[in-house]
């Protein structure tokens, strides 16, 4: 936008509208699930979805909903399910199942140890994000899909930054140790590792040599700093990826039964839950959020506060009455 249209006098008031947190979704759902045919309990299942979709849009929530229903009408259901909405948010995810996709016997046993590395590096690591489910089933883009249960967290420490890193990293060192070799399919993960780092170093100020700076990003051909600074800011990403790289094996070297553990019933049932993994490697040492209840704890309530300013409460009140009125005339 034009910063002469933004000048004082013409928008005086800009407001910053971010995606929903968990209870702004919790009401969003509401709003959509009150016309969906389901005989479960609207408002603890409007909670539930909330926790499940972190980080989703209002547009989101509403085809989370429309897709389970879809899913619902597919499956020749009477009622839209809980398990129809769980397939809808996979599917807003991470895309379609690809179950015609074929892959080869040996691609899908890389896949599967590639997906078994994420999950056990997640699951050791204090700092990584809950596991709900692991698949390699191709989906979208990817031939395998983790979903994840992250905390809508605004502050993160350099700890906390680090296991995202390693658990990011996990796919790719379970190939290198298990089958001497990396592929392709880990492009994704290292591209999010790199702008992670360098985030740390050019944003963050999280670097000791480059200092408590934060540059803003300059265009392909300028760089808001020196070439001297550029080259210390690309050593120094490159220190934190293999510090997280190091790390990354040493957790996976010492963990190698308990991939296999997951690699192996991953080939058996392409899909595998949380309840599974549990089964498989026993409770996650760390505490972990998972519910609704959980989540909101501490924040003053269920449900978002919703109370307009009591000069605007007779106004509400007018526009409910005149709402009556002409649903009456009509």
Known sequence: MDAALLRPGRFDRQIYIPVPDIKGRASIFRVHL????????????????????????GADV??????????????????IIFKNFEQAIERVVAGMEKKSQVLQPEEKKVVAFHEAGHAITGWFLKHADPLLKVSIIPRGKGLGYAQYLPREQYLYSTEQLLDRMCMMLGGRVSEEIFFGRVTTGAQDDLQKITEMAYSQIVKFGMSKKVGPLSFTEGSNFQKPYSETTAELIDQEVRNLVDTAYKRTHELLESKKPQIETVAERLLQN????????????????????QTYEEFVAGTGGLDEDITLPKGLESWNKSVNLEDNSETKVS
């Open 34 to 57: 009150a016309k969906l045919k389901t005989t479960l309990d609207k408002v603890e299942l409007s909670r539930k979805l909330a926790a499940l979709t972190p980080g989703f849009s």
């Open 62 to 79: 509403a085809n989370v909903c429309n897709e389970a229903a879809l899913v619902a009408a597919r499956d020749a259901g009477n009622e």
């Open 270 to 289: 392409e899909i595998i839950s949380r309840e599974d993994l549990i089964e498989l490697l026993g409770p996650r040492p760390f505490a972990e959020k």
